[in-house]
């Protein structure tokens, strides 16, 4: 069964502190793994989207890994703020190509105390 | 670029009657368009797919008489609620994929149903 699988499920970390997030997933075949950014009562915003072939991406405080051989992936947040306060979820399409249904984690929920 | 509206927002209803919630692809044509239905602490969970001009596909277990969903556009897909239930509150958010058919997905900011 395709599953995508976060931890830790929540985080408290203080502002200015770094950060990395868990993401393992049994999806075969694996075309391509996004992060994205929930704020609470808004939609997702992409952060990273990678191919099987790219194993970091980085997009400014965010950067993505991703191991297709041990079928991990981890977000690291440098010198968070306040405003990272958010879900982050980890998606990833199994097939390939923008019409294709995409498999959700079940996101890890980060505050970034003062 | 590649910004998706919905609308209403939010909106309360009362059990029994209908509501639409609107999706539009405000500077670019989206062939393809998701409507996820998010409950409180989960993650998003797919409803339906939608192809401008034609049927939707709904996701096992979602029915597609209570949700009825139109793409007349390549920039517009509505999604009705039928006969409300209390059950049926939610945040509903959907999604929508270039003609281009790259891998992004550019999701609305979510509509919270409340039916009382």
């Known amino acids: 069964k395709n599953q995508v699988e976060q931890s830790p499920q929540s985080l408290i970390i203080l502002e200015g502190k770094n950060c990395t997030l868990q993401c393992n997933y049994t999806v075969s075949p694996f075309s391509n793994l996004r992060w994205y950014k929930q704020d609470t009562g808004r939609g997702p915003v992409s952060l990273t989207i990678m191919t099987f072939s790219e194993n970091t991406k980085s997009n400014g405080r965010y950067t993505a890994t991703l191991d297709a051989d041990t079928k991990q992936s981890s977000l690291h947040i440098t010198a968070s703020q306040l405003s990272d306060s958010a879900s982050y979820i980890c998606?990833?399409?199994?097939?390939?190509?923008?019409?294709?249904?995409?498999?959700f984690g079940t996101g890890t929920l980060l505050a970034v105390q003062p | 670029g590649a910004v998706v509206s919905q609308h209403p927002s939010w909106v309360i209803c009362k059990s029994g009657t209908s509501v639409k919630i609107e999706c539009r692809s405000l500077d670019f044509q989206a062939t393809t368009m998701f409507w996820y239905r998010q409950f409180p602490k989960q993650s998003l969970m797919l409803m339906a797919t939608s192809n401008e001009g034609s049927k939707a596909t709904y996701e096992q277990g979602v029915e597609k008489d209570k949700f009825l969903i139109n793409h007349a556009s390549l920039t517009l897909s509505t999604l009705t609620v039928t006969s409300a239930h209390p059950e049926d509150s939610s945040f509903y958010i959907c999604?929508?994929?270039?003609?281009?058919?790259?891998?992004?997905?550019?999701f609305g900011p979510g509509t919270r149903l409340t039916v009382t």
């Open positions: 999604s929508a994929s270039e003609a281009s058919g790259s891998y992004e997905q550019y």
């Open positions: 998606v990833v399409s199994p097939y390939g190509g923008a019409t294709n249904k995409l498999i």
